[in-house]
């Protein structure tokens, strides 16, 4: 029993680290508070489920188009939406209300064109619904694929931001933006690459959640509010702190489900985000800036 | 003083005339207006965004669409002098909010004046937008309302008609479907039971409990989770444990479409499973296919049904969605009463809602009246067989399909 909550919560935990990590370079290394984040998912979902069902295609082969099509559109939306805010935006805070107030409004038009699309039915497929034995306990291929895709994703972009020098730019725009470009970086660029990437990975989200996942055109927000939660209990910016965030997560959800009651996994979910939160404000891994 | 009284009488016969003469002419203009009328106005608030979207577009507006393309392209809503008109909609989107369908409601009623209008999708919201109708005088066909308080509800509302029945009767339903299986041996009588902790699985739940114990059906796990749960694998490895052999799961579709997918990974095979909402919409027949077989829940149609067969058929090629196997045709029929009573009774909103209380109307359920005004013939059980959801309860209702069981194992794929 033990090792079976260990690992199903393992693998829940999977799928929420690997929902949060685009929002955390989002939010960390661009500034930018997407609440239309969710909203990207759910699009991605929908490619790979038109991608299953008209084309055949497998969603594995499908994050092959899901993903640069989500770089390629998180990079026009900063080009075209963002950048005016970020020149325009005196300091941080007024960046951050000015970004949540344009995703605000661009969550709506991501909303609006899919429930024209696709109405306001109920979606779902399923893929790689087989059983897998790990340790003689029974888990969804789908879903462990979407831990193994969370810690992929997760390690390989901290390989990328800790051991490269393109990586070291990206970060010292998250850690000093001011004077990033103090030392010939272009912060602009980085942190539009950086949206780009989020945007990325949130269509990556999106692909693997739609294997397993019921989703409508309206259910985007949920996402966003899980990936809010990680992401702060992470500390923002920090992929390995989103990781590990979600991890914890899935665990504590899991555990309460099997050993105390599974009406109060939301309540134990709020209870360990705000204990984490008590005893490091700035989350796990972040550090507090003055 | 005289002069004065004289004055004032002349002036008080002025004022009456010029009352009457308005009167007169507004009455004129009155009844001008309804020789001219072109149309009859029928508006309707419903969650086009927002949570209860899934629900209303499956159950609810394909229907309303499909029914005024019906009507509009017959020439129009009949009236009592065989004169037809044409049916002007007013839509609103109450974007899953309360307080939204409410104040959209009371827009369409004094604003828009619209001449019906058509019930808002859930439970809650029917029950918060019954005081308006009633106070404006319309009827409310409450069709994706399941309450046990129906009875209670048509005395303090007397113009609301109740078309889904109580939470009691789905559980008892199941209940007496446990307690012959355990009779006959199929099952050990043990239930492992979850349930959604919102409105529709604390109704259930609460039927539920006291019903299975009635029927002398041992309960062995028994538990609530959140909305919006995705990962039922530590609820479906207790379940597998506690030597149960039937699963029940008052849910909502999300999660009765996770249930299914992770009691096959999880090799979940209960002899009798039932799941709530979600297991009569089209698309899970269509995604779990032969493992569907079995399955039970809330509603069912008649399969030998001719009109029903022919609303599905017609359903899917006008809307392009498929209907579900529980509200949708009610809600179909709820229309179709509708527009039968106003083409005995016009256009008077009184006249229509005591002709729907006492009348008697062809519908695609076949011949439809209500008892007190509820509709009661419905199905409380279903199940899938051969690719349909048939009704299984109750048993004695004509075109009942018998109950199979057990259900097999999950096949492989």
């Known amino acids: ?290 | 003083m005289k002069n004065l009284e004289r004055r004032r009488v002349l002036r008080a016969m002025a004022l009456a005339g010029t009352v009457a003469a308005t009167g007169l002419l507004a009455g004129m203009t009155g009844a001008a207006m309804a020789q001219d009328r072109t149309s009859v106005k029928i508006g309707y608030a419903i969650s086009k965004t927002g949570g209860n979207a899934g629900g209303a577009g499956i159950t609810t507006l394909p229907n309303y669409k499909l029914w005024v393309k019906d009507v509009n392209d017959a020439g129009g809503l009949e009236l009592p002098d065989g004169k037809k008109l044409p049916i002007e909609v007013i839509e609103y989107d109450d974007r899953s909010s309360a307080e939204e369908v409410v104040r959209a409601v009371e827009r369409l009623a004094t604003q828009d004046k619209v001449d019906f209008i058509l019930v808002p999708w859930g439970t809650g919201f029917n029950l918060a937008v019954a005081p308006l109708f009633d106070r404006h005088g319309y009827p409310q066909l409450a069709v994706s309302a399941v309450t046990d308080k129906a009875p209670d509800f048509v005395k303090r509302w007397k113009k609301s008609f109740w078309m889904l029945g109580g939470g009691h009767d789905y559980a008892n339903a199941l209940a007496s479907i446990l307690a012959d299986a355990k009779k006959a041996g199929t099952v050990n009588g043990k239930v492992a039971m979850i349930s959604v902790a919102d409105g529709f699985g604390i109704d259930l739940v609460t039927a539920a409990r006291p019903a299975f114990k009635k029927a002398g059906i041992e309960v062995v796990y028994d538990k609530t989770y959140p909305g919006a749960t995705s990962d039922f694998s530590p609820m479906i490895n207790e379940a597998k444990s506690s030597g149960a052999d039937a699963f029940v799961a008052f849910s909502y579709p999300p999660e009765t479409f996770a249930l299914t997918q992770q009691a096959q990974v999880a090799g979940f095979s209960p002899k009798i499973l039932y799941l709530g909402v979600g297991t009569g919409f089209p698309v899970y027949g269509k995604n779990n296919g032969e493992n569907a077989t079995g399955i039970m829940s809330l509603g069912g149609i008649d399969p030998n049904n001719k009109m029903n067969a022919e609303y599905r058929k017609r359903h899917e090629a006008v809307t392009g969605v498929a209907p579900d196997y529980w509200g949708s045709v009610i809600t179909y029929a709820s229309l179709q009463m509708l527009q039968e009573a106003i083409k005995r009774k016009g256009l008077d909103k009184a006249a229509v809602s005591a002709e729907l209380a006492s009348g008697a109307f062809q519908t695609v359920l076949g011949e439809t009246k209500f008892e007190n005004n509820q509709l009661r013939q419905l199905w409380w059980t279903g199940q899938w067989q051969n690719g349909q959801f048939v009704g299984v309860m109750p048993a004695d209702r004509n075109g009942a399909s018998k109950v199979i069981l057990p259900r097999g194992d999950w096949k492989k794929k």
Do not use: C, H
């Open chain 1, 1 to 290: 029993m033990l090792v079976a909550a260990l690992l199903s919560g393992l693998v829940l935990g999977g799928t929420y680290a690997l929902v949060a990590m685009g929002l955390t370079l989002q939010y960390g290394i661009a500034r930018i508070m997407n609440l239309a984040y969710g909203e990207m998912i759910i699009s991605a979902a929908f490619l790979a489920y038109v991608m299953f069902s008209t084309l055949g295609l497998n969603p594995v082969a499908g994050l092959l188009i899901a993903v640069p099509a989500g770089f390629a559109l998180g990079y026009v939306i900063y080009g075209a939406m963002m950048t005016p805010l970020v020149a325009r935006a005196r300091d941080k805070a007024s960046l951050e209300i000015d970004s949540i107030l344009a995703t605000f409004g661009l969550l709506f038009v991501f909303q609006g064109v899919m429930l024209v699309t696709f109405g306001a039915n109920f979606t779902s497929y399923s893929y790689l619904n087989d059983p897998v034995t790990i340790f003689g306990t029974t888990l969804a291929a789908n879903r462990v694929l979407a831990l193994i895709l969370a810690v992929v994703f997760g390690g390989g972009l901290y390989l990328l931001l800790t051991r490269t020098l393109w990586g070291t730019a990206l970060r010292a725009v998250a850690v000093n933006p001011g004077a990033a470009p103090l030392v010939g970086i272009d912060v602009n660029r980085a942190a539009r690459l950086a949206f780009a990437l989020g945007s990325g990975l949130a269509a990556a989200g999106g692909v693997v959640i739609s294997m397993y996942q019921t989703f409508t055109a309206t259910s985007g927000v949920v996402f966003t509010m899980k990936a809010l939660i990680v992401v702060i209990m992470g500390g923002v910016g920090n992929l390995i702190g989103a990781l590990s965030a979600g991890l914890i997560l899935g665990l504590v959800e899991t555990f309460v489900a099997t050993y105390v009651d599974p009406g109060l996994t939301l309540a134990a979910t709020y209870a360990i985000f705000l204990s984490v939160l008590l005893w490091r404000p700035a989350g796990l891994f972040g550090r507090l800036m003055r």
